[in-house]
């Protein structure tokens, strides 16, 4: 969408977010420049603290060609924009696409998160989906629970660490029709009855959920079909922790599949190299592998 093409140099792009030192998206991109050819281009990680995304807009963005865009920002990406990509009635977007040149740009923005749920979930071969819990009430959680309406969920348990705050997921699955039930944050137990467990929990929350359910893991029901967790590190993450030890207290014909964080990152990241290269088809496999030491 910006002036300059494929392989020409001197395009540079960048992530922002607060915190963003823990970042892998420089070193996915700069994968997929390596694989693609694209020579001069430069990708790399800008901190913009909380409160101060107006002041980035105004000094930094003007000089970038694209931009992926993490916490705590991404509604105020989507706010810059005067184009949006699909699924903009979330009113959340990861990646900015400039239009035009110079301080006078006026952006696009997209929402590559649900793309990369969609793609880490049919990486774990997960599919057939009719009901979900969904675990997490923020950006990514909007996201998560839109990739699994498209996915074929119909029915959701929703669990957050304040009641209040799934107003917004409870809104975006009432307008896909879905069925919505609240469940006990403090018994987590009691919400392992869906085809899917899917977290958008950061770390700390994720912690927190793991630690109850092996406290009460006598409780729990069944075990799942299919589990996915946003997160990529630690490695193994609490909810592949939880999935483990229940395969290990239950029978279980089959280990639940499992699609992962990283997974979602290398694929959310393909779209965004696509977009921000005006490529048709991002080497998302040789991105995963360079970043993960493993294949897709």
Known sequence: MGEKQVGESGRRFAVIGDPIAHSL???????????LGIEGASYERIHVPRGEFAKFVQETLPALDGVSVTM???AHAHDLAVAHGPHAELGIANTLIPLGSGHSRRYAAFNTDIAGITGALAAAGIGALESATL??????????????????????????????KLAALEELLARYGA??????????????????????????GAEAFAERVFYKMHDVAR????????????????????????????????????ATGAHMLAHQAARQVELMCGVEHAPVEVMYEAVFGQEL
């Not at 998206?25 to 694989?35: D, F, G, K, M």
């Not at 959680?141 to 074929?152: F, V």
């Open 25 to 35: 998206s420089p070193e996915l991109h700069a994968a997929a420049y390596r694989a």
């Open 72 to 74: 705590p920002h991404k």
């Open 135 to 164: 675990l997490g009430s923020g950006a990514t959680a909007l996201s998560l629970a839109t990739a699994l309406c498209e996915a074929g969920c119909t029915r959701f348990t929703v669990l957050a660490r304040s009641r209040e």
């Open 179 to 204: 069925q919505v039930h609240i469940g006990e944050w403090e018994r987590p137990e009691l919400s392992f009855h869906s085809d899917i467990v899917a977290s958008a929990l950061a770390l700390d």
């Open 223 to 258: 075990v799942p079909s299919a589990f996915f967790d946003a997160l990529y590190f630690p490695d193994p993450t609490p909810l592949m922790r939880v999935r483990d030890a229940l395969c290990r207290e239950r029978t279980v014909h089959e280990e639940p599949a499992f």
